[in-house]
């Protein structure tokens, strides 16, 4: 005991895996952070559409581009209404500054099964900061409220003016 290597703390008083309060969500708590195990496949995604201001996530504060798995890339692309999304499908935003272009926070679902969160269109929704921690996920309400407004299956369309 105590010679290993140091051990990120398991719990963290204060976090917690609940959704948080609804205006932003959880900062990282530096221990208890976990990284998105998906963070070394989104090199490998495909860039859907180009660079837009997003509107939806901290008032314009970010430029941000939008990456697709195989299985999401067709129903992303031609979004209609009744589009609808595969279970395995994900779609990735990932935020810049608009100056520095420095990689700002991740924003990500995930089509879970069937039941997982009607809600929020059976989504998983995970929130990373730049380098992948996860900041929070799962069935996130916060989330859920705005992209039920969405066009199709909870999801928004790529902006118009994406260059
Ligand atoms: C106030 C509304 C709003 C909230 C809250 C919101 N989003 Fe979005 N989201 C949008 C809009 C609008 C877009 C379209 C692109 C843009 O403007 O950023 C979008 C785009 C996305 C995309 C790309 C797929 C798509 O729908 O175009 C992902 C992934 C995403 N959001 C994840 C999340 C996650 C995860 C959360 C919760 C932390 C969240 N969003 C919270 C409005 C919102």
Redesign the pocket.
Same mark, same amino acid.
């Given at each position: 005991m105590g010679c290993g290597p140091r051990e990120p703390a398991l719990v963290n008083p204060g976090m917690s895996w609940v959704s948080p309060a609804p205006e932003r969500?959880t900062p990282r708590a530096t221990d208890a952070a976990a990284k998105w195990e998906t963070m070394g496949e989104i090199a490998g995604l495909r860039r859907a559409g180009g660079v837009?201001?997003?509107?939806?996530?901290f008032a314009g504060r970010?430029k941000?581009e939008?990456r697709v798995n195989a299985s999401a890339e067709a129903p992303?692309a031609t979004?209609v209404a009744s589009s609808r999304f595969p279970g395995g499908a994900l %779609? $990735?935003?990932m935020h810049r500054d608009p100056g520095s272009g420095s990689p700002g926070p991740i *924003?990500?679902?995930l089509k879970r099964d069937a039941g997982f969160f009607p809600e929020g269109g059976d989504w998983e929704? %995970? $929130?990373t900061d730049s380098e992948g921690w996860i900041e929070?996920r799962g069935a996130?309400p *916060?989330?859920?409220?705005?992209?039920a407004?969405?066009k199709a299956d909870?999801?928004?369309?790529?902006?118009k003016d994406a260059k």
């Open positions: 969500p837009f201001v997003s509107r939806g996530h970010w941000a939008a992303y979004l %779609v $990735v935003q *924003f990500a679902m929704y %995970v $929130v929070d996130l *916060f989330c859920a409220r705005c992209h407004e969405a909870w999801v928004f369309p790529l902006p």
